[in-house]
């Protein structure tokens, strides 16, 4: 079977980690890719759970943040100093 170039763009940091974690289960990067898109195909899904929990993006929040831009720009909103977290 002919083999073909997939091409994506990954954030360097994590291209680094995912090597390394491949190595150190004797992988390649290449092969462990493939895995993936054996297991899609194989599966017709991708083969691990999607989900949003953060409830940052929960519909209700999105509402209350779209509420809160509106009367900023209507000029209801009040200016505060940052407090910063000094644990950090």
Same mark, same amino acid.
């Given at each position: 079977? /002919? ?6 763009? $990954?954030?360097? *940091?994590?291209? @680094?980690? &995912?090597?390394?974690?491949? #190595? ?7 092969? /462990? ?6 297991? $899609?195909?194989? *599966?017709?899904? @991708?083969? &691990?759970?999607?989900?949003? #929990? ?35």
């Amino acid at each position: 079977m /002919a083999l073909s170039t997939l091409t994506s763009r $990954v954030e360097e *940091e994590d291209k @680094i980690l &995912f090597i390394s974690f491949c #190595d150190s289960v004797g992988l390649t990067s290449s092969a /462990a890719i493939n895995m993936f898109v054996k297991a $899609v195909i194989r *599966e017709h899904r @991708i083969p &691990f759970e999607i989900k949003t #929990d953060d409830p940052f993006y929960s519909a209700s929040n999105q509402r209350h943040l779209l509420k809160s831009v509106q009367q900023l720009r209507d000029g209801k909103g009040t200016v505060h100093e940052l407090i910063e977290d000094c644990d950090e």
